[in-house]
């Protein structure tokens, strides 16, 4: 069964730009509770027309956002220039985005799972929700399902305020 605060529609016209991060703030913590491992969460999406980590589920995840977005190349910019998903099971095997991977496996990291955040019909991403795992696994099955509700719901919240800022 899924959570309540996936499946329950976000219509609360009354939020501002500021509210609207502490809602995703607080649906990602949730959401890293509810997957096998509680894996870190993050978001980087376009805030004032530039890419910016906006929401992290811990510090760590707020450090692994912003060392994603000092490279030219990473996965994070891969799943938004794609508007696809990308996952990496192993970062110590992973031979894309080199400079990038290695400074995440410094940092901690071994996997992550990036999902584009999508608003409207033109399936344009507007950013990223990525879960980071300090532990060689795969993001999939249930797993991938509660990431996409998240991803989701996050995007319904971020939507109105990031296509005015792009």
Known sequence: ??????????????????????????????????????????????????????????????QWEHAQLTYPAGPVLECLVTACPVTVADLVVEHRWADCIARLVVLGVRSLHCQPLIAGRDRTAFGVLTFYSPYRT????????????????????????????A
């Not at 795969?138 to 800022?165: C, H, M, N, W, Y």
């Open 1 to 62: 069964m899924m959570p309540q605060f996936l499946t329950t529609p976000a219509t609360d016209k009354r939020l501002g730009l500021d509210s609207k991060y502490v809602v995703v703030r607080q649906l990602i913590a949730l959401a890293a509770a509810q997957v096998p491992g509680h894996p870190a969460v993050g978001i980087t999406t376009y805030r004032r027309g530039e890419l910016a980590a906006v929401a992290a589920s811990t510090p760590r995840a707020q």
């Open 138 to 165: 795969s993001f999939g099955g249930p797993t991938e399902r509660i990431i996409q509700k998240v991803a989701l719901r996050a995007a319904t919240i971020l939507a109105r305020d990031t296509a005015i800022t």
